[in-house]
Nanobody, 125 residues
C-alpha cells in the first residue's frame, strides 16, 4: 500500500509562486502515475496535472498550462507541483494521488487508488 504526504501549501500573493510536494512511500512502492487534483469550495474536484512515473506522458489543465509545472524526483519518490503566476482561482485544497497500475498520465479520479490528506492553498489578491 502507498502512503502520500503533501507539503508546501499555504498563503501566496496573487502573481507569486508556491511549490507543492508529494512524497510517496510504502513497501516496495513504485508508482506508475502521480497526479494533483484540487477542489475549491462549492466546486467539483478537478485534475490539475498528472504525469507518468516513467516516460514523458503529462497532462495539465488548460487553466494552469504555462503556469504550473509538474516534476519528478526519482530518488525520493516525490513529485513537485511548481505553481507560478498564481491567481485567486487557484485557491483550493490540493490533493496528491497515485496509481500503481495506470501507466499514462490519467486525469480520471477512479484510476487513482491512493490519495493524500490534501493541503490548502490560499491566494490573496
Amino acid at each position: 500500500q502507498a502512503q502520500l504526504v503533501e507539503s508546501g501549501g499555504g498563503l501566496v500573493q496573487a502573481g507569486g509562486s508556491l511549490r507543492l510536494s508529494c512524497a510517496a512511500s510504502g513497501r516496495s512502492f513504485t508508482p506508475l502515475a502521480m497526479a494533483w487534483f484540487r477542489q475549491a469550495p462549492g466546486k467539483e474536484r478537478e485534475p490539475v496535472a498528472s504525469i507518468s512515473w516513467y516516460g514523458s506522458n503529462t497532462y495539465y489543465a488548460d487553466s494552469v498550462k504555462g503556469r504550473f509545472t509538474l516534476s519528478r524526483d526519482f530518488d525520493k519518490n516525490m513529485v513537485h507541483l511548481q505553481m507560478n503566476s498564481t491567481n485567486p482561482d487557484d485557491a483550493a485544497i490540493y490533493t496528491c494521488a497515485t496509481s500503481l497500475t495506470i501507466v499514462s498520465a490519467s486525469t480520471i479520479s477512479r484510476d487513482y487508488t491512493y490519495w493524500g490528506q490534501g493541503i490548502q492553498v490560499t491566494v490573496s489578491s
